[in-house]
């Protein structure tokens, strides 16, 4: 009984943690491909600056301020989207860090839950080879016992029979001498 309830509470244990691996996966998957997202718009962004770079809309050819502030604006806006980048990556990698410290807590309760099963099962098996000796020692003093008894058994039936016999060979003398 005592094993099945370990047994089920095991499968349970397991299936909880099944169920979180995959919750945590999908978390993972999720905020993995929002980084994708971002870095691709960061991609988009950095080719807008590239091209801005290039563009000269001055007199003979040349960069005005507004070309210049244009690609400051798109330069700013790449590095807001590269602090948003590093926010989001410090979140995967709390997923996975969570995820690595959680497996690792499990393999710890499966190692000594897997431990005290067996301390468990030592000691059943240590309590059921004293218990069995302690049968055998009984047994044994029962044999013991037993001889002891049909021994005096005998005894007494081998006193009472020459009890009754010498009673007898007295009551037979009697008879024979007042004869």
Known sequence: MKRLFSLTALLLFAA???AQVKTDSA???TQRA???AMLAARKVKFSQYDTSLTKR???FHMQTKGDIRKSNDILMDIVGTDDEIFIELKKLFDYRTSQLNYTNYQKKQVESNAKEVEKT???FMT???RLREQNDDLKA??????AGYESRQKLYIIVIVLTFSSILALAFTKRKRKA
């Not at 003093?141 to 037993?146: P, V």
């Open 127 to 129: 309590t059921i080879n």
């Open 141 to 146: 003093t029962l044999a013991k016992q037993k």
């Open 34 to 36: 929002k980084i994708n």
């Open 16 to 18: 909880c943690v099944f």
């Open 57 to 59: 809309s001055g007199i």
């Open 121 to 123: 099962r030592i000691a």
């Open 27 to 29: 978390a993972y998957s």
